[in-house]
């Protein structure tokens, strides 16, 4: 069975660190990208941040970059987003999302992925 699961969420303090993961099973993520997606209460998904298969190569929205940093282990296959510097608009339920093929760099268009997880909540708050 083809599953992705996302864990690491959980309530943080402004300014405090998260770091989710994704661990994929029934398949390889060695022939997947793999996107990090949010969807805050009343908005829209929204892309943040994926890497590639083939070199590693990792894309971020503006709204994360230079906070946020993307990884993956495809030993463990898994991948990992550390979260620092978090803010109470980075509030959300956070995906991860699995696009086969393979990519020397990556897109964050959500129709694009093929695998989704269930989601990790994350609470920035004081």
């Known amino acids: 069975q083809v599953q992705l699961v996302e864990s690491g969420g959980g309530l943080v303090q402004p300014g405090g660190s998260l770091r989710l993961s994704c661990a994929a099973s029934?398949?390889?993520?060695?022939?997947?990208?793999i996107g990090w997606f949010r969807q805050a209460p009343g908005k829209e998904r929204e892309g943040i941040s994926c890497?590639?298969?083939?070199?590693?190569?990792?894309s971020y929205a503006d709204s994360v970059k230079g906070r946020f940093t993307t990884s993956r282990d495809n030993a463990k296959n898994t991948v990992y987003l550390q979260m620092d510097n978090l803010k109470p608009e980075d509030t959300a339920v956070y995906f991860c999302?699995?696009?086969?093929?393979?990519?020397?760099?990556?897109?964050?268009?959500?129709?694009?992925?093929?695998?989704w997880g269930q989601g990790t909540q994350v609470t920035v708050s004081s």
């Open positions: 999302a699995a696009q086969h093929g393979m990519y020397s760099s990556c897109r964050l268009f959500i129709d694009t992925y093929d695998y």
């Open positions: 029934g398949f390889t993520l060695d022939y997947y990208a």
């Open positions: 890497i590639s298969n083939m070199y590693g190569s990792t």
